[in-house]
């Protein structure tokens, strides 16, 4: 069997990152995480991306490239993320129990769900001031 993957979407807008705060499992509830979900089988990365913002957060957005390293959430089992670009809609928490837009200096006062720190370099980079000069 092909191992599940795990997707998630890193949105950026104006020197700011969208995390989520998770609902459920209980031992996850409260903590913070990049949006996403399961790719469905016969599904691409960037289609099952697209979907879960869509149900989660009630957006459309274009999936960029791929962000830091792939995680081994559990045997057979990896989360990778991509760099997202909102195209419409505002974000809301359908499937979380809050949104958050942080900027590079709170990424690691949040709680984190274990899996996503990381990342926290390459979110830590991309929000950096230096970074979105060399970007724009």
Do not use: C
């Not at 957060?57 to 997202?84: C, F, H, I, N, Q």
């Amino acid at each position: 069997m092909d191992a599940q993957i795990v997707v998630a979407g890193a949105l950026f807008s104006s020197a700011r990152l969208l995390v989520a705060q998770r609902q459920r499992p209980p031992e996850l509830a409260g903590l913070w995480e990049l949006p996403g979900g399961k790719v469905a089988v016969g599904e691409s990365d960037a289609d099952a991306l697209t979907r879960e913002l869509r149900e989660e957060l009630g957006v459309e957005v274009t999936v960029g490239s791929r962000l830091g390293v792939d995680v081994a959430l559990k045997p057979g089992m990896t989360l990778r993320a991509y760099r997202v670009t909102l195209t419409s809609g505002s974000p809301r928490p359908h499937d979380h129990r809050a949104l958050r837009w942080v900027t590079v200096d709170e990424l690691d006062q949040l709680p984190w769900v274990p899996a996503d720190r990381a990342w926290l370099p390459e979110l830590t980079e991309a929000l950096s001031p230096q970074s979105r000069r060399e970007n724009t």
